[in-house]
């Protein structure tokens, strides 16, 4: 989509920018009261390996979501889905992906800011080489949308989350790669060109490791093999 950009980062500017986005998201979902500073601030956010993806809209803020490695403060559902990540960290390195929201009056293109900011987890996940699972909580009434797009499988029972009923997904990253490049629907092949496109103008990595970001190679694609040498040996996002 024209105009419509995701960066990557654990960089002030982008860390206080998504604060401010998801600050305005859970108070406006009744998540949480009103804060003075006008962000979201929680100690998780501070954990080593934590990073955002910040959608912009012609430089505009009007997305968010944030990607949280176990640490120091655990991870921040597992205050309620606690048993449901120790069954999905048997599969590998649990990363909670959480804080999603898009700003109310760009809510028209939620869809497009999801596959976007996933496609970009995505390839960072992808690159780790230790093959993490993320786990997200949602809505039940969600659920179907994330396990048909992302391949996530559900983990636990339905339980209450800031006072409303939610579930937990998760799968290894991999997995989640080879769902999406094996799909059939315009969603899935929408995802799977992003995550393979080689140098895509719309993502910006600012990790402070700043390391090349490899694309994940096409699982089941036809064409494939004739383009082994071009995406085996691209970089990411810029």
Do not use: C, K
């Amino acid at each position: 989509m024209t105009g419509l950009t995701v960066t990557l980062s654990d960089q002030l500017a982008e860390i206080d920018a998504a604060m401010v986005l998801v600050h305005d998201g859970f108070v406006e979902s009744g998540f949480m009261d009103p804060e003075p500073s006008g962000r979201r601030v929680i100690p998780h956010y501070l954990t080593p390996g934590t990073f955002f993806a910040l959608t912009h809209l012609d430089g505009v803020p009007i997305g968010a979501m944030s990607v949280i490695p176990d640490g120091p403060w655990g991870l921040p559902s597992a205050h309620a889905f606690g048993d449901a990540m120790a069954a999905a960290a048997e599969l590998g390195p649990v990363v909670e992906v959480g804080s999603l929201v898009v700003a109310a009056e760009h809510r028209s293109l939620t869809r497009q800011v999801v596959m976007h900011q996933v496609a970009g987890v995505i390839r960072v996940l992808h690159a780790r080489g230790d093959d993490p699972v993320p786990f997200i909580t949602v809505a039940p009434e969600q659920a179907r949308f994330h396990t048909a797009l992302f391949g996530l499988e559900r983990f636990g029972a339905e339980r209450p989350l800031y006072g409303v009923p939610a579930v937990g997904l998760a799968n290894r990253i991999s997995q989640v790669a080879e769902h999406v490049f094996l799909g059939g629907t315009m969603a899935r092949r929408t995802v799977a060109g992003l995550v393979s496109e080689p140098q895509p103008r719309w993502l910006r990595n600012r990790l402070a490791d700043r390391a090349p970001l490899p694309v994940p190679e096409p699982v089941g694609d036809p064409g494939a093999e004739d383009r082994r040498d071009l995406v085996s040996g691209a970089s990411g996002a810029a």
